[in-house]
Protein backbone atom coordinates (compact mmCIF):
# COMPACT_ATOMS: atom_id res chain seq x y z
CA UNK A 1 0.00 0.00 0.00
CA UNK A 2 1.13 4.07 -0.26
CA UNK A 3 0.43 6.71 1.55
CA UNK A 4 1.28 10.27 0.43
CA UNK A 5 2.99 12.56 2.73
CA UNK A 6 2.59 16.27 3.18
CA UNK A 7 5.67 17.40 0.82
CA UNK A 8 3.84 14.90 -1.88
CA UNK A 9 6.31 12.01 -1.72
CA UNK A 10 4.82 8.44 -1.65
CA UNK A 11 5.78 6.18 0.81
CA UNK A 12 5.54 2.34 0.72
CA UNK A 13 4.20 0.38 3.24
CA UNK A 14 2.63 -3.65 3.67
CA UNK A 15 -0.97 -4.18 3.58
CA UNK A 16 -2.23 -3.29 7.30
CA UNK A 17 0.70 -1.13 8.35
CA UNK A 18 -0.40 1.51 11.23
CA UNK A 19 0.73 4.94 11.48
CA UNK A 20 3.32 3.83 13.87
CA UNK A 21 4.62 1.79 10.96
CA UNK A 22 4.46 4.63 8.86
CA UNK A 23 6.70 6.77 11.18
CA UNK A 24 9.08 4.24 12.02
CA UNK A 25 9.22 3.86 8.21
CA UNK A 26 10.31 7.26 8.05
CA UNK A 27 12.86 7.05 10.75
CA UNK A 28 12.96 6.37 14.56
CA UNK A 29 13.17 9.89 15.56
CA UNK A 30 9.82 10.40 14.26
CA UNK A 31 8.84 6.83 15.33
CA UNK A 32 9.64 7.64 18.93
CA UNK A 33 8.09 11.70 18.70
CA UNK A 34 5.12 10.84 16.92
CA UNK A 35 1.15 10.92 19.15
CA UNK A 36 -0.85 10.20 16.58
CA UNK A 37 -1.63 10.50 12.51
CA UNK A 38 -3.83 12.26 10.41
CA UNK A 39 -5.20 10.86 7.36
CA UNK A 40 -7.33 12.81 4.63
CA UNK A 41 -7.29 15.20 7.22
CA UNK A 42 -8.86 13.37 10.44
CA UNK A 43 -6.71 12.32 13.40
CA UNK A 44 -6.56 8.92 14.75
CA UNK A 45 -4.39 6.38 16.73
CA UNK A 46 -0.98 5.30 15.99
CA UNK A 47 -2.19 1.64 16.24
CA UNK A 48 -5.10 1.48 14.28
CA UNK A 49 -4.55 0.48 10.30
CA UNK A 50 -4.27 2.89 7.32
CA UNK A 51 -6.21 3.51 4.13
CA UNK A 52 -4.60 2.98 0.95
CA UNK A 53 -3.88 5.84 -0.88
CA UNK A 54 -4.62 8.34 1.64
CA UNK A 55 -2.89 11.54 2.50
CA UNK A 56 -0.72 10.94 5.65
CA UNK A 57 0.58 13.25 8.66
CA UNK A 58 2.62 12.30 11.36
CA UNK A 59 1.30 14.28 14.73
CA UNK A 60 4.18 15.25 17.29
CA UNK A 61 4.46 17.64 20.18
CA UNK A 62 5.20 20.51 17.26
CA UNK A 63 2.03 19.86 15.82
CA UNK A 64 0.27 22.61 17.21
CA UNK A 65 -3.37 22.50 18.28
CA UNK A 66 -3.47 18.98 16.70
CA UNK A 67 -1.11 17.84 19.34
CA UNK A 68 -1.85 20.21 22.43
CA UNK A 69 -6.00 18.84 21.78
CA UNK A 70 -4.93 15.13 21.93
CA UNK A 71 -3.11 15.52 25.52
CA UNK A 72 -6.00 17.23 26.75
CA UNK A 73 -8.15 14.44 25.96
CA UNK A 74 -5.51 12.01 27.26
CA UNK A 75 -5.15 14.06 30.80
CA UNK A 76 -9.51 14.56 30.65
CA UNK A 77 -9.37 10.47 31.25
CA UNK A 78 -6.64 10.46 33.37
CA UNK A 79 -8.64 13.05 35.59
CA UNK A 80 -11.50 10.51 35.43
CA UNK A 81 -9.49 7.61 36.25
CA UNK A 82 -8.17 9.52 40.08
CA UNK A 83 -11.82 10.47 40.58
CA UNK A 84 -12.80 6.87 40.42
CA UNK A 85 -10.34 5.83 42.44
CA UNK A 86 -10.54 9.06 45.14
CA UNK A 87 -14.00 9.17 45.27
CA UNK A 88 -15.59 5.70 44.74
CA UNK A 89 -19.36 5.58 43.82
CA UNK A 90 -18.97 9.18 41.58
CA UNK A 91 -20.31 8.72 37.91
CA UNK A 92 -18.52 10.04 34.93
CA UNK A 93 -20.41 11.48 32.75
CA UNK A 94 -18.36 13.07 29.30
CA UNK A 95 -14.46 14.98 29.38
CA UNK A 96 -13.74 16.36 26.18
CA UNK A 97 -10.97 18.74 24.96
CA UNK A 98 -11.81 22.24 24.83
CA UNK A 99 -9.91 25.29 23.35
CA UNK A 100 -6.97 26.38 26.21
CA UNK A 101 -7.50 22.73 28.00
CA UNK A 102 -10.25 20.27 28.75
CA UNK A 103 -13.16 19.02 31.14
CA UNK A 104 -15.30 16.42 33.19
CA UNK A 105 -18.16 16.06 34.29
CA UNK A 106 -19.15 14.15 37.48
CA UNK A 107 -22.12 13.23 39.79
CA UNK A 108 -20.59 12.44 43.30
CA UNK A 109 -22.26 10.23 45.47
CA UNK A 110 -24.35 12.00 48.23
CA UNK A 111 -22.47 13.96 50.71
CA UNK A 112 -19.80 14.87 48.75
CA UNK A 113 -18.74 18.31 48.01
CA UNK A 114 -15.90 18.69 45.83
CA UNK A 115 -14.51 21.98 45.50
CA UNK A 116 -11.21 23.74 43.97
CA UNK A 117 -10.01 23.02 47.75
CA UNK A 118 -9.68 19.19 47.04
CA UNK A 119 -7.43 19.65 43.14
CA UNK A 120 -4.16 18.84 45.28
CA UNK A 121 -4.98 15.69 46.40
CA UNK A 122 -6.67 14.96 42.50
CA UNK A 123 -3.70 15.80 40.97
CA UNK A 124 -1.06 14.59 43.16
CA UNK A 125 -3.32 10.98 42.27
CA UNK A 126 -3.34 11.96 38.42
CA UNK A 127 0.37 12.61 38.40
CA UNK A 128 0.87 9.13 38.97
CA UNK A 129 -1.03 7.76 36.32
CA UNK A 130 1.50 9.83 34.20
CA UNK A 131 4.14 8.54 35.91
CA UNK A 132 3.16 4.82 35.08
CA UNK A 133 3.20 5.38 31.39
CA UNK A 134 -0.08 3.22 31.18
CA UNK A 135 -0.81 3.08 27.40
CA UNK A 136 -4.09 4.06 25.83
CA UNK A 137 -5.43 0.98 24.14
CA UNK A 138 -8.53 0.87 21.84
CA UNK A 139 -11.09 -2.02 21.87
CA UNK A 140 -13.83 -2.27 19.64
CA UNK A 141 -16.91 -4.30 21.37
CA UNK A 142 -20.48 -4.42 20.92
CA UNK A 143 -23.09 -2.49 21.69
CA UNK A 144 -24.69 -5.33 24.04
CA UNK A 145 -21.17 -5.48 26.08
CA UNK A 146 -20.24 -2.48 26.61
CA UNK A 147 -24.23 -1.80 28.17
CA UNK A 148 -23.32 -4.69 29.95
CA UNK A 149 -20.87 -3.31 31.58
CA UNK A 150 -21.40 -0.29 32.34
CA UNK A 151 -24.23 -1.14 34.12
CA UNK A 152 -22.52 -3.14 36.31
CA UNK A 153 -20.29 -0.53 37.11
CA UNK A 154 -23.45 1.75 37.80
CA UNK A 155 -22.27 4.24 35.02
CA UNK A 156 -25.77 5.84 34.07
CA UNK A 157 -24.33 8.56 31.68
CA UNK A 158 -22.71 6.16 29.87
CA UNK A 159 -25.38 4.10 29.38
CA UNK A 160 -27.57 6.69 28.01
CA UNK A 161 -25.00 7.72 25.64
CA UNK A 162 -24.32 4.61 24.30
CA UNK A 163 -28.65 3.80 24.13
CA UNK A 164 -28.55 7.68 22.17
CA UNK A 165 -25.39 6.25 19.67
CA UNK A 166 -28.03 3.46 18.64
CA UNK A 167 -30.99 5.67 18.39
CA UNK A 168 -29.59 8.15 16.38
CA UNK A 169 -26.64 6.45 15.04
CA UNK A 170 -27.60 2.60 14.47
CA UNK A 171 -24.52 1.17 15.57
CA UNK A 172 -24.12 -2.16 16.66
CA UNK A 173 -20.28 -1.45 18.06
CA UNK A 174 -18.94 0.80 20.26
CA UNK A 175 -15.31 1.91 21.57
CA UNK A 176 -13.66 1.89 24.66
CA UNK A 177 -10.56 3.24 25.52
CA UNK A 178 -8.29 1.83 28.71
CA UNK A 179 -5.51 3.20 30.90
CA UNK A 180 -3.86 1.29 33.30
CA UNK A 181 -7.08 0.72 35.29
CA UNK A 182 -9.49 3.38 34.12
CA UNK A 183 -11.93 1.99 31.17
CA UNK A 184 -14.25 5.03 29.03
CA UNK A 185 -16.53 4.98 26.42
CA UNK A 186 -14.64 6.78 24.14
CA UNK A 187 -14.36 7.60 19.81
CA UNK A 188 -10.56 8.71 20.60
CA UNK A 189 -8.13 9.40 19.16
CA UNK A 190 -5.43 9.03 21.97
CA UNK A 191 -1.70 9.77 22.42
CA UNK A 192 0.22 6.44 22.83
CA UNK A 193 0.55 6.76 26.96
CA UNK A 194 -0.04 8.81 29.80
CA UNK A 195 3.55 9.80 29.45
CA UNK A 196 3.30 12.09 27.22
CA UNK A 197 1.33 14.55 29.27
CA UNK A 198 4.08 16.96 30.15
CA UNK A 199 2.56 19.01 32.54
CA UNK A 200 -1.15 19.88 33.70
CA UNK A 201 -3.41 21.95 36.64
CA UNK A 202 -6.92 22.11 36.97
CA UNK A 203 -8.33 25.26 37.42
CA UNK A 204 -11.83 25.80 38.62
CA UNK A 205 -14.85 24.07 39.38
CA UNK A 206 -18.79 24.77 37.96
CA UNK A 207 -22.19 23.02 37.83
CA UNK A 208 -23.37 21.97 34.50
CA UNK A 209 -27.06 20.35 33.82
CA UNK A 210 -26.65 16.60 32.13
CA UNK A 211 -27.59 17.23 28.22
CA UNK A 212 -27.75 21.40 29.12
CA UNK A 213 -30.92 20.47 30.24
CA UNK A 214 -32.29 22.41 33.52
CA UNK A 215 -34.78 19.10 34.16
CA UNK A 216 -31.71 16.89 34.66
CA UNK A 217 -28.82 16.29 37.26
CA UNK A 218 -26.65 18.71 37.88
CA UNK A 219 -23.19 18.01 37.91
CA UNK A 220 -20.10 18.67 39.09
CA UNK A 221 -17.68 20.14 35.73
CA UNK A 222 -13.91 20.01 36.56
CA UNK A 223 -11.63 22.52 34.01
CA UNK A 224 -7.97 21.73 33.79
CA UNK A 225 -5.28 22.40 31.07
CA UNK A 226 -2.29 20.12 29.86
CA UNK A 227 0.50 21.17 28.14
CA UNK A 228 3.88 19.08 26.67
CA UNK A 229 6.20 21.64 28.52
CA UNK A 230 5.78 22.75 32.23
CA UNK A 231 7.51 26.24 31.25
CA UNK A 232 4.20 26.34 28.51
CA UNK A 233 1.92 25.92 31.25
CA UNK A 234 3.62 28.06 33.34
CA UNK A 235 3.24 31.15 30.85
CA UNK A 236 -0.35 29.84 30.29
CA UNK A 237 -1.06 30.49 33.44
CA UNK A 238 0.87 33.76 33.63
CA UNK A 239 -1.15 35.31 30.71
CA UNK A 240 -4.30 33.75 32.52
CA UNK A 241 -3.29 35.89 36.01
CA UNK A 242 -2.55 38.65 33.13
CA UNK A 243 -6.30 38.37 32.11
CA UNK A 244 -8.13 38.26 35.27
CA UNK A 245 -5.89 41.62 36.13
CA UNK A 246 -6.93 42.97 32.94
CA UNK A 247 -10.71 41.43 33.14
CA UNK A 248 -13.01 44.36 31.35
CA UNK A 249 -15.40 44.01 33.95
CA UNK A 250 -13.49 44.62 37.06
CA UNK A 251 -11.58 47.54 35.55
CA UNK A 252 -15.07 49.24 33.90
CA UNK A 253 -16.19 48.99 37.63
CA UNK A 254 -12.64 50.46 39.34
CA UNK A 255 -12.47 53.28 36.56
CA UNK A 256 -16.26 53.98 36.32
CA UNK A 257 -16.68 53.48 32.80
CA UNK A 258 -19.77 51.33 32.78
CA UNK A 259 -22.05 49.15 34.95
CA UNK A 260 -24.86 46.92 34.18
CA UNK A 261 -28.71 46.76 35.87
CA UNK A 262 -31.00 43.51 36.12
CA UNK A 263 -33.87 45.77 35.16
CA UNK A 264 -32.10 45.57 31.58
CA UNK A 265 -29.63 42.70 31.34
CA UNK A 266 -27.13 42.46 28.77
CA UNK A 267 -27.47 46.05 27.87
CA UNK A 268 -24.40 48.43 29.55
CA UNK A 269 -24.83 51.81 31.49
CA UNK A 270 -22.43 54.34 30.20
CA UNK A 271 -20.47 56.39 33.24
CA UNK A 272 -19.38 59.83 32.47
CA UNK A 273 -15.38 58.67 31.78
CA UNK A 274 -17.17 55.31 30.06
CA UNK A 275 -18.91 58.04 27.90
CA UNK A 276 -15.42 60.12 27.01
CA UNK A 277 -13.98 56.97 25.46
CA UNK A 278 -16.83 56.27 23.77
CA UNK A 279 -17.17 59.99 22.12
CA UNK A 280 -13.41 60.18 21.23
CA UNK A 281 -13.94 56.69 19.65
CA UNK A 282 -17.09 58.51 18.21
CA UNK A 283 -15.12 61.53 16.61
CA UNK A 284 -12.63 59.44 15.29
CA UNK A 285 -15.09 57.39 13.61
CA UNK A 286 -17.07 60.05 12.05
CA UNK A 287 -13.84 62.44 10.97
CA UNK A 288 -12.45 59.39 9.13
CA UNK A 289 -15.48 58.35 7.86
CA UNK A 290 -15.93 61.67 6.10
CA UNK A 291 -12.39 61.89 5.00
CA UNK A 292 -13.30 58.67 2.89
CA UNK A 293 -16.35 59.96 1.22
CA UNK A 294 -19.10 58.18 3.67
CA UNK A 295 -22.41 60.14 4.71
CA UNK A 296 -23.60 59.64 7.96
CA UNK A 297 -27.08 58.41 7.99
CA UNK A 298 -29.75 56.95 10.94
CA UNK A 299 -32.15 54.89 11.05
CA UNK A 300 -34.95 53.62 13.00
CA UNK A 301 -34.38 50.81 15.47
CA UNK A 302 -38.11 49.29 15.27
CA UNK A 303 -40.09 48.37 12.23
CA UNK A 304 -42.51 46.57 10.65
CA UNK A 305 -41.71 42.90 10.52
CA UNK A 306 -42.26 42.41 6.46
CA UNK A 307 -39.06 44.17 6.53
CA UNK A 308 -37.28 41.84 7.73
CA UNK A 309 -39.20 38.86 6.10
CA UNK A 310 -37.96 40.61 2.53
CA UNK A 311 -34.50 40.78 3.48
CA UNK A 312 -34.22 37.48 4.74
CA UNK A 313 -33.86 37.88 8.58
CA UNK A 314 -36.97 36.81 9.33
CA UNK A 315 -35.86 33.50 8.23
CA UNK A 316 -32.55 33.06 9.20
CA UNK A 317 -32.40 35.83 12.73
CA UNK A 318 -36.13 35.52 14.31
CA UNK A 319 -35.20 33.67 17.31
CA UNK A 320 -32.72 36.24 18.20
CA UNK A 321 -35.22 39.04 17.51
CA UNK A 322 -37.57 41.31 19.84
CA UNK A 323 -41.09 41.81 18.85
CA UNK A 324 -43.78 43.73 19.51
CA UNK A 325 -47.13 44.85 18.39
CA UNK A 326 -48.20 48.63 17.27
CA UNK A 327 -52.16 48.93 16.86
CA UNK A 328 -52.24 45.31 15.87
CA UNK A 329 -48.71 45.55 13.52
CA UNK A 330 -46.16 42.96 13.86
CA UNK A 331 -43.23 44.84 14.62
CA UNK A 332 -39.23 43.99 15.42
CA UNK A 333 -36.37 45.78 16.76
CA UNK A 334 -33.69 45.81 14.05
CA UNK A 335 -30.69 43.42 14.30
CA UNK A 336 -29.38 44.78 11.38
CA UNK A 337 -28.87 47.83 9.88
CA UNK A 338 -28.21 46.86 5.88
CA UNK A 339 -32.44 46.42 5.02
CA UNK A 340 -33.23 49.82 6.97
CA UNK A 341 -29.77 51.39 4.76
CA UNK A 342 -31.62 49.89 1.42
CA UNK A 343 -34.71 51.97 2.26
CA UNK A 344 -32.77 55.83 2.20
CA UNK A 345 -31.36 54.06 -1.24
CA UNK A 346 -34.51 53.64 -2.90
CA UNK A 347 -36.12 56.86 -1.46
CA UNK A 348 -34.54 58.74 -4.40
CA UNK A 349 -34.04 58.06 -7.67
CA UNK A 350 -30.01 57.07 -8.34
CA UNK A 351 -28.17 57.01 -10.89
CA UNK A 352 -24.79 55.42 -12.08
CA UNK A 353 -23.16 58.62 -11.32
CA UNK A 354 -24.08 58.35 -7.72
CA UNK A 355 -21.78 55.17 -7.53
CA UNK A 356 -20.25 54.42 -5.48
CA UNK A 357 -22.94 55.42 -2.59
CA UNK A 358 -21.52 55.41 0.60
CA UNK A 359 -23.85 55.31 3.84
CA UNK A 360 -22.49 55.26 7.75
CA UNK A 361 -24.13 54.70 10.68
CA UNK A 362 -23.23 54.49 14.49
CA UNK A 363 -26.49 51.82 14.30
CA UNK A 364 -28.30 51.01 17.66
CA UNK A 365 -29.66 47.35 16.76
CA UNK A 366 -30.68 44.50 19.85
CA UNK A 367 -30.50 40.83 19.44
CA UNK A 368 -31.41 38.53 22.02
CA UNK A 369 -28.55 36.81 23.34
CA UNK A 370 -29.18 33.57 26.38
CA UNK A 371 -28.37 35.18 29.58
CA UNK A 372 -25.54 32.63 30.06
CA UNK A 373 -23.73 33.69 27.08
CA UNK A 374 -23.84 37.34 28.10
CA UNK A 375 -20.27 38.74 29.15
CA UNK A 376 -19.71 41.80 29.94
CA UNK A 377 -19.19 44.64 27.13
CA UNK A 378 -18.07 41.56 25.13
CA UNK A 379 -21.23 39.59 24.72
CA UNK A 380 -24.45 41.85 24.87
CA UNK A 381 -28.09 42.24 23.51
CA UNK A 382 -28.01 46.04 23.08
CA UNK A 383 -25.63 46.32 20.26
CA UNK A 384 -24.09 49.59 18.42
CA UNK A 385 -22.37 48.71 15.01
CA UNK A 386 -19.93 50.90 13.45
CA UNK A 387 -21.71 50.28 10.29
CA UNK A 388 -21.50 51.70 6.93
CA UNK A 389 -22.89 50.20 3.17
CA UNK A 390 -22.10 50.58 0.18
CA UNK A 391 -23.72 50.49 -2.85
CA UNK A 392 -21.81 50.20 -6.18
CA UNK A 393 -21.31 48.88 -9.36
CA UNK A 394 -19.92 45.26 -10.29
CA UNK A 395 -16.74 47.05 -11.44
CA UNK A 396 -16.79 49.13 -8.77
CA UNK A 397 -16.55 45.54 -6.09
CA UNK A 398 -12.48 45.24 -5.67
CA UNK A 399 -11.44 49.23 -5.45
CA UNK A 400 -14.67 49.26 -2.94
CA UNK A 401 -13.41 46.46 -0.85
CA UNK A 402 -9.61 47.47 -0.95
CA UNK A 403 -10.64 51.11 0.42
CA UNK A 404 -12.49 48.97 3.13
CA UNK A 405 -9.24 47.02 4.03
CA UNK A 406 -7.11 50.19 3.81
CA UNK A 407 -9.71 51.74 6.27
CA UNK A 408 -9.58 49.20 8.72
CA UNK A 409 -5.57 49.22 8.82
CA UNK A 410 -5.36 52.59 9.54
CA UNK A 411 -8.01 52.42 11.80
CA UNK A 412 -6.06 49.20 13.82
CA UNK A 413 -2.68 50.71 13.34
CA UNK A 414 -3.97 53.48 15.97
CA UNK A 415 -4.03 50.86 18.06
CA UNK A 416 -1.43 48.59 17.70
CA UNK A 417 -3.14 45.74 16.41
CA UNK A 418 -1.76 44.01 13.09
CA UNK A 419 -4.73 41.95 11.23
CA UNK A 420 -5.45 38.73 9.88
CA UNK A 421 -7.08 38.32 7.20
CA UNK A 422 -9.47 35.05 6.64
CA UNK A 423 -11.89 34.51 3.41
CA UNK A 424 -15.09 33.22 4.69
CA UNK A 425 -16.76 31.32 1.87
CA UNK A 426 -20.67 30.07 1.25
CA UNK A 427 -22.21 28.60 4.24
CA UNK A 428 -24.51 25.29 3.84
CA UNK A 429 -27.46 26.98 4.48
CA UNK A 430 -27.51 30.51 2.28
CA UNK A 431 -29.57 32.32 -0.79
CA UNK A 432 -28.38 32.67 -4.30
CA UNK A 433 -27.19 30.74 -7.02
CA UNK A 434 -23.91 28.94 -7.10
CA UNK A 435 -22.82 31.46 -9.91
CA UNK A 436 -23.83 33.92 -7.78
CA UNK A 437 -21.31 32.86 -4.99
CA UNK A 438 -18.40 31.73 -7.71
CA UNK A 439 -18.65 35.36 -8.97
CA UNK A 440 -18.62 37.00 -5.35
CA UNK A 441 -16.26 35.15 -3.97
CA UNK A 442 -13.76 35.76 -6.93
CA UNK A 443 -14.27 39.51 -6.64
CA UNK A 444 -13.31 39.39 -2.55
CA UNK A 445 -10.30 37.11 -2.98
CA UNK A 446 -9.50 39.31 -5.85
CA UNK A 447 -9.06 42.02 -4.31
CA UNK A 448 -7.06 40.45 -1.50
CA UNK A 449 -4.30 39.30 -4.26
CA UNK A 450 -4.63 43.00 -5.62
CA UNK A 451 -2.81 44.17 -2.47
CA UNK A 452 -0.68 41.39 -2.16
CA UNK A 453 -2.85 40.27 1.27
CA UNK A 454 -1.69 37.17 2.98
CA UNK A 455 -5.26 35.58 3.79
CA UNK A 456 -7.06 32.01 4.72
CA UNK A 457 -9.61 30.36 3.57
CA UNK A 458 -12.26 29.92 5.81
CA UNK A 459 -14.86 27.46 4.07
CA UNK A 460 -18.39 27.37 5.16
CA UNK A 461 -18.76 30.49 7.45
CA UNK A 462 -19.49 33.57 5.26
CA UNK A 463 -22.95 35.34 5.43
CA UNK A 464 -26.14 33.60 4.30
CA UNK A 465 -25.93 36.13 1.70
CA UNK A 466 -22.69 37.00 0.68
CA UNK A 467 -18.78 35.97 1.10
CA UNK A 468 -17.07 37.94 3.38
CA UNK A 469 -13.22 39.14 5.04
CA UNK A 470 -13.28 39.04 8.44
CA UNK A 471 -10.20 41.24 10.09
CA UNK A 472 -8.97 39.41 13.76
CA UNK A 473 -6.26 41.00 15.27
CA UNK A 474 -4.15 39.82 19.09
CA UNK A 475 -4.07 42.04 22.12
CA UNK A 476 -1.36 42.57 24.37
CA UNK A 477 -1.66 39.25 25.99
CA UNK A 478 -1.96 37.06 22.66
CA UNK A 479 -5.91 36.80 22.37
CA UNK A 480 -7.51 37.20 19.14
CA UNK A 481 -10.50 38.97 18.20
CA UNK A 482 -12.28 39.69 15.42
CA UNK A 483 -13.19 43.07 14.59
CA UNK A 484 -13.58 43.89 11.26
CA UNK A 485 -15.99 42.66 8.13
CA UNK A 486 -16.21 43.24 4.66
CA UNK A 487 -19.02 41.41 3.48
CA UNK A 488 -20.58 41.35 -0.65
CA UNK A 489 -24.11 40.97 -1.30
CA UNK A 490 -26.09 40.85 -4.09
CA UNK A 491 -28.89 39.21 -2.28
CA UNK A 492 -30.42 42.43 -0.30
CA UNK A 493 -30.62 44.90 -3.39
CA UNK A 494 -32.32 41.80 -5.57
CA UNK A 495 -34.95 41.12 -2.41
CA UNK A 496 -35.84 44.71 -1.59
CA UNK A 497 -36.02 45.88 -5.08
CA UNK A 498 -33.14 48.87 -4.96
CA UNK A 499 -32.29 49.58 -8.49
CA UNK A 500 -30.60 52.57 -10.22
CA UNK A 501 -30.23 53.62 -13.85
CA UNK A 502 -27.15 52.92 -15.72
CA UNK A 503 -25.49 54.74 -18.64
CA UNK A 504 -27.64 52.73 -21.00
CA UNK A 505 -30.67 54.78 -19.38
CA UNK A 506 -31.72 50.80 -17.99
CA UNK A 507 -33.07 49.88 -14.64
CA UNK A 508 -29.46 47.73 -13.02
CA UNK A 509 -28.99 46.23 -9.77
CA UNK A 510 -26.71 47.64 -7.19
CA UNK A 511 -24.10 45.29 -5.42
CA UNK A 512 -24.31 46.05 -2.24
CA UNK A 513 -20.88 45.88 0.24
CA UNK A 514 -21.28 45.35 4.34
CA UNK A 515 -18.44 46.55 6.19
CA UNK A 516 -17.92 47.33 10.15
CA UNK A 517 -14.07 47.71 11.65
CA UNK A 518 -14.41 48.19 15.24
CA UNK A 519 -17.49 45.56 15.18
CA UNK A 520 -19.21 47.27 17.89
CA UNK A 521 -18.17 50.28 20.23
CA UNK A 522 -19.36 48.16 23.07
CA UNK A 523 -17.24 44.96 22.28
CA UNK A 524 -14.35 47.23 20.77
CA UNK A 525 -14.28 49.19 24.18
CA UNK A 526 -14.23 45.89 26.25
CA UNK A 527 -11.34 44.79 24.17
CA UNK A 528 -9.37 47.92 24.37
CA UNK A 529 -9.78 48.30 28.49
CA UNK A 530 -8.03 44.42 28.64
CA UNK A 531 -5.24 45.52 25.70
CA UNK A 532 -4.34 48.70 27.68
CA UNK A 533 -4.74 46.98 31.20
CA UNK A 534 -7.05 50.44 31.98
CA UNK A 535 -4.15 52.36 31.27
CA UNK A 536 -5.32 54.31 28.05
CA UNK A 537 -3.19 56.18 25.36
CA UNK A 538 -3.59 59.79 26.47
CA UNK A 539 -5.85 61.04 23.25
CA UNK A 540 -8.50 58.44 24.65
CA UNK A 541 -8.19 58.20 27.95
CA UNK A 542 -11.15 59.37 30.24
CA UNK A 543 -9.32 62.29 32.30
CA UNK A 544 -6.02 63.07 31.02
CA UNK A 545 -4.85 65.52 33.92
CA UNK A 546 -6.14 65.96 37.82
CA UNK A 547 -4.69 69.14 39.37
CA UNK A 548 -3.67 68.60 42.72
CA UNK A 549 -4.15 71.63 45.34
CA UNK A 550 -1.61 71.06 48.03
CA UNK A 551 -3.35 73.04 50.80
CA UNK A 552 -6.99 74.95 50.72
CA UNK A 553 -5.42 78.20 49.62
CA UNK A 554 -4.21 76.63 46.43
CA UNK A 555 -7.85 75.70 45.22
CA UNK A 556 -9.00 78.90 43.40
CA UNK A 557 -5.58 78.71 41.27
CA UNK A 558 -6.17 75.16 41.07
CA UNK A 559 -9.67 76.12 39.55
CA UNK A 560 -8.29 78.60 37.41
CA UNK A 561 -5.83 76.14 35.90
CA UNK A 562 -8.31 73.21 35.55
CA UNK A 563 -10.71 75.84 33.37
CA UNK A 564 -7.72 77.19 31.33
CA UNK A 565 -7.04 73.52 30.07
CA UNK A 566 -10.97 72.38 29.20
CA UNK A 567 -11.11 75.47 27.47
CA UNK A 568 -7.85 74.01 25.67
CA UNK A 569 -9.23 70.39 25.06
CA UNK A 570 -7.88 68.94 28.22
CA UNK A 571 -10.10 66.58 29.85
CA UNK A 572 -9.14 67.14 33.79
CA UNK A 573 -10.77 67.50 36.83
CA UNK A 574 -9.66 69.20 40.42
CA UNK A 575 -8.67 67.09 43.74
CA UNK A 576 -9.39 69.18 46.05
CA UNK A 577 -10.29 66.96 49.05
CA UNK A 578 -8.60 67.92 52.22
CA UNK A 579 -6.50 64.91 52.02
CA UNK A 580 -2.49 65.16 52.31
CA UNK A 581 -0.81 65.62 48.66
CA UNK A 582 0.99 62.21 48.94
CA UNK A 583 -2.27 60.16 49.07
CA UNK A 584 -4.21 62.18 46.49
CA UNK A 585 -1.32 61.18 43.84
CA UNK A 586 -1.85 57.51 45.13
CA UNK A 587 -5.71 57.83 43.67
CA UNK A 588 -4.84 59.07 41.25
CA UNK A 589 -2.05 56.62 40.46
CA UNK A 590 -4.97 54.15 41.47
CA UNK A 591 -6.91 55.65 38.76
CA UNK A 592 -4.46 55.38 36.02
CA UNK A 593 -4.69 59.17 35.32
CA UNK A 594 -1.94 59.99 32.82
CA UNK A 595 -0.64 63.39 34.59
CA UNK A 596 -1.14 64.67 38.25
CA UNK A 597 -0.50 68.65 37.94
CA UNK A 598 0.81 70.03 41.62
CA UNK A 599 0.37 73.37 42.84
CA UNK A 600 1.96 74.72 45.48
CA UNK A 601 2.45 78.73 46.21
CA UNK A 602 5.33 78.78 43.87
CA UNK A 603 3.02 77.46 41.23
CA UNK A 604 -0.40 79.68 42.13
CA UNK A 605 2.07 82.22 41.95
CA UNK A 606 3.86 81.86 38.36
CA UNK A 607 0.81 80.31 36.99
CA UNK A 608 2.49 76.79 36.58
CA UNK A 609 2.14 73.35 37.41
CA UNK A 610 4.31 70.52 38.90
CA UNK A 611 3.90 67.79 36.42
CA UNK A 612 3.89 64.20 37.65
CA UNK A 613 3.43 61.55 34.92
CA UNK A 614 1.21 58.14 36.13
CA UNK A 615 4.41 55.74 36.43
CA UNK A 616 6.69 57.88 35.52
CA UNK A 617 7.59 60.12 38.79
CA UNK A 618 7.71 64.02 38.94
CA UNK A 619 9.20 65.49 35.07
CA UNK A 620 9.62 68.93 36.40
CA UNK A 621 8.03 72.79 36.73
CA UNK A 622 6.15 74.14 33.46
CA UNK A 623 3.43 77.09 32.75
CA UNK A 624 0.44 75.85 31.78
CA UNK A 625 0.18 77.14 28.27
CA UNK A 626 3.81 74.73 27.86
CA UNK A 627 1.60 71.66 29.31
CA UNK A 628 -1.16 71.88 26.72
CA UNK A 629 1.56 72.27 23.95
CA UNK A 630 3.22 69.06 25.51
CA UNK A 631 -0.43 67.09 25.83
CA UNK A 632 -1.38 68.20 22.48
CA UNK A 633 2.00 67.16 20.80
CA UNK A 634 2.06 63.75 22.49
CA UNK A 635 -1.64 63.53 21.61
CA UNK A 636 -0.22 64.25 17.79
CA UNK A 637 2.71 61.38 18.46
CA UNK A 638 0.07 58.65 19.42
CA UNK A 639 -2.43 59.59 16.50
CA UNK A 640 0.36 59.95 13.56
CA UNK A 641 0.07 63.16 13.22
CA UNK A 642 2.54 66.12 12.89
CA UNK A 643 3.58 67.29 16.06
CA UNK A 644 2.37 70.60 16.98
CA UNK A 645 6.05 71.61 18.52
CA UNK A 646 9.34 69.74 17.78
CA UNK A 647 10.29 69.30 21.72
CA UNK A 648 7.12 67.12 21.87
CA UNK A 649 8.69 64.19 23.53
CA UNK A 650 11.78 66.20 25.02
CA UNK A 651 9.57 66.80 28.46
CA UNK A 652 9.17 70.62 27.86
Known amino acids: MKVTLPDGKELQLDDGATGADAAAAIGPGLAKAALAVKVDGHTQDLARPLVDGAALEIVTDRSG ?30 GPPIENGFYYDFEFPEGVQFSDADFAAVEAKMKEHVAADEAFVREDISVADALARFRAEGQDYKVELIEDLVKNEGVDTVSLY ?10 GPHAPSTKRIGAFKLQSVAGAYWRGDSDRTMLTRVYGTAFFKQKELDAFLHMLEEARARDHRRLGKDLGLFTFSELAPGMPLWQPPGMAIWNQLTDLWRTENRRRGYEEVKTPILWDVELFKASGHWQNYRDNMYFTDIEDRPMGLKPMNCPGH ?86 EKRLGSDEMWDQA ?49 YQMPERLDATYTGADNAEHRPIMIHRALLGSFERFIGILVEHYAGEFPLWLTPTQAVVLPIADRHNDAS ?29 AELSKIPYMLVIGDREAESGSVAVRRHKGGDEGTISIDDFIAKVNDEIAVERGEPAA ?8
Request: glycine share 8%.
Open 65 to 94: ADALELIRHDTAHVLAAAMLELYPGVKISI
Open 178 to 187: TNGPFTDLCR
Open 342 to 427: VQLFKDVRRSYRDLPLRFSEQGLVHRHEPSGTLHGLMRVRHITQDDAHIFCTEDQIEDEVVGCLDFGFDIYKLFGFEPRLELSTRP
Open 441 to 489: EAALENALKRQGLEYEINPGDGAFYGPKIDLHMKDSLGRSWQLGTVQLD
Open 559 to 587: HEAAATLRAAGVRVRVDDRTESTGRKIRD
Open 645 to 652: IASATSGA
